[in-house]
């Protein structure tokens, strides 16, 4: 199954999630995952399961509600609590979904390779809502052997 196809302007945080207010390391959609970038801890950049632990997610992870053009932008990310991906109601109930391995996006947990790394970002509560963990969501830290 490929990478969910998100519009940005449909990406909404659901009644009680948590949100932050973050900064930017590059442009962004709203609707990209992103992760705590350990270069530059303030900064925030998008996640991938094809890099390091890190860029998995390991140091933090959020969705990001608004884009930015640029760096060190400010935006707010949800990091925990139901929220819409904005994907036109193509979630299926039930299914885990992760960091994909391309920057920024998500994919289901099958579609993960050895060697990536798993991040999960919450399961498909109904066809638009992505429900994630109340502690935030989970990136396992090593690589799907």
């Known amino acids: 199954m490929p990478d969910l196809v998100i519009t940005p302007s449909g990406v909404q945080a659901g009644t009680g999630a948590q949100t932050q207010n973050l900064t930017s390391a ?4 709203a609707g990209d995952v992103l992760y705590k970038n350990s270069a530059s801890p303030a900064l925030w950049d998008k996640a991938t399961a094809n890099g390091s632990a890190i860029q998995s ?4 992870l959020a969705i990001a509600l608004g884009s930015t053009p640029g760096p060190s932008q400010p935006f707010v990310g949800l990091i925990s609590g139901a929220w819409n991906p904005g994907n036109g109601g193509s979630l299926s109930n039930g299914q885990i979904y992760v960091v994909s391995p391309q920057p920024g996006k998500i994919c289901p947990v ?3 390779l050895a060697g990536q790394y798993p991040s999960i970002l919450g399961g498909g ?3 638009n809502t992505i429900n994630s963990p109340s502690r935030g969501f989970f990136p396992v830290g090593v690589p799907k052997g």
């Not at 590059?26 to 959609?29: K, S």
């Open 26 to 29: 590059n442009n962004l959609n």
């Open 110 to 112: 099958g579609d993960l």
């Open 57 to 60: 997610g390991t140091l933090g």
């Open 125 to 127: 509560l109904n066809s």
